[in-house]
């Protein structure tokens, strides 16, 4: 109701306005400035949004409180254990008929457990395996991430340029529907010739709108990555990898250095040998060590004091159980790692395998080829308008000229995707 009530005075303030001058000021530049403010627009490189991502995305910023726990716990594993105060008085006595009376007996008593055979420093070693894991894990999350950042920002790109041909062709056969029209009034084209130009624009119109519909669904994407605002419209620059292409062999090594996962399953190899350091030092009881510095009224002396030293006799539990599945759990942790270490290997391959084959497909579209298409969609109006080709021949052509340019973008993503998938399976950015 009040949006009504803004248009109303607004075109009403408008007729009332004399200078035209003013007139024109309001009515373009106000519409355009309140539609600015509907939705920004940011241009960003690659590289602008990978360092967004680190600082920006919830999936990171809540994977650092995994980081945090695990310092939290390197913390209490290196806590000793707390005394036990103990108070123990005559409640009531018979003789006296007394409640509480402190006179006839009291004992304080001071307890304290000291763990050894090494559970102290296994128990904190343990924890600081663990928060080396939390910071692996951050790290695969980020790579994981970052594979996604990548291919939805290449993907945006190539959508974006279609758009822009699709937009491009669309325009030029406006120019050629525009001509046309003013030459069937003088009998110069004939009305089916005009209808079947208009045709073939509603399908190109068509194939657009898909394409905005792929590409407002990648921005989505990107956006929550980036979490940026729903009303942000995304412009990409278009990204050209300048590293040479690197070799395989070396590729395994730096896959062995720098892949999170891979790291973790050797670094769950430490955890188990030092959880079974652990089981083998709990097998070992604790000393329970007490001091009673005064005794009243229940011991042979009055006032007593005196020390209690008291142990568990690993008879029946010597944690037996505990220490063989420690043992199989590091088994199980080194074969998981080899295989984690051959599935590397083969991920590596078939992405610098797929890599090298979408580059050489990619070098087929030559700058002299794609200037020679540029060329031919440009004088294909021409030739149309001046009748050196038919109407055929002119879409036969914006057909050609729009197949050869959505196969570049779409061969220049997979090269792209596949440079991404590469140096996520090596978990470094071998090709940049």
């Not at 307890?111 to 343990?126: P, Q």
């Not at 090594?253 to 955890?271: C, F, M, Q, T, V």
Request: charged content about 20%.
């Amino acid at each position: 109701m009040y949006n009504l009530l803004f248009l109303n005075n607004y075109f009403s303030f408008l007729k009332v306005i004399t200078n035209k001058y003013l007139f024109v000021l309001l009515v373009v530049y106000f519409p355009l400035h309140v539609f600015s403010q509907i939705q920004d627009s940011l241009n960003l490189s690659l590289d602008e949004c990978k360092a967004i991502l680190i600082k920006e995305n919830l999936s990171v910023i809540a994977s650092h409180y995994d980081v945090d726990i695990a310092e939290a716990q390197v913390i209490q594993s290196r806590a000793w254990n707390n005394p036990v105060f103990n108070w123990n008085q005559d409640m009531y006595s018979v003789e006296k008929n007394q409640y509480f009376n402190f006179g006839n007996q009291f004992l304080v008593q001071i307890d304290i457990v000291f763990s050894i055979a090494g559970k102290y420093t296994n128990t904190v070693r343990l924890a600081k395996v663990k928060q080396e894991g939390s910071k692996l894990m951050v790290k695969d999350i980020l790579r994981s991430l970052m594979m996604e950042l990548n291919e939805s920002y290449n993907l945006l790109n190539s959508l974006q340029n279609k758009a822009l041909i699709y937009k491009d062709v669309s325009d030029r056969y406006d120019e050629v529907i525009s001509a046309g029209e003013r030459q069937l009034q003088v009998g110069g084209i004939s009305a089916n010739e005009l209808i079947r130009l208009r045709s073939e624009r509603i399908a190109l119109q068509t194939e657009a709108v898909q394409n905005s519909k792929d590409l407002y669904e990648a921005m989505a994407n990107l956006r929550v990555l980036l979490n940026l605002r729903p009303t942000v419209y995304i412009q990409t620059l278009k990204y050209i990898p300048t590293s040479s292409d690197p070799v395989l062999s070396d590729l395994f090594l730096l896959g062995e250095e720098h892949r999170a996962d891979y790291l973790l399953s050797r670094l769950n190899i430490k955890y188990q040998e030092t959880n079974l350091k652990l089981q083998k030092s709990l097998a070992v009881p604790d000393i329970n060590f007490g001091y009673q510095p005064k005794d009243r009224g229940s011991n042979y002396v009055r006032p007593y004091s005196g020390i209690e030293i008291g142990f568990e006799v690993p008879l029946f539990n010597r944690n037996i159980g505990n220490i063989k599945a420690s043992q199989f759990e590091i088994k199980k942790a080194e074969v998981e790692s080899v295989q984690k270490q051959n599935s590397l290997q083969n991920e590596i391959t078939q992405s610098y395998l797929t890599m090298l084959e979408a580059k050489k497909c990619l070098k087929n579209y030559t700058n002299i080829l794609l200037d020679q298409i540029e060329l031919l969609n440009k004088d294909s109006e021409i030739n149309y308008l001046k009748r050196n080709i038919n109407m055929l021949e002119y879409i036969d052509l914006k057909r050609i000229y729009i197949q050869n340019r959505m196969q570049f973008l779409e061969l220049d993503f997979q090269y792209l995707r596949a440079v991404n998938h590469l140096n996520f399976s090596v978990g470094l950015d071998v090709i940049k």
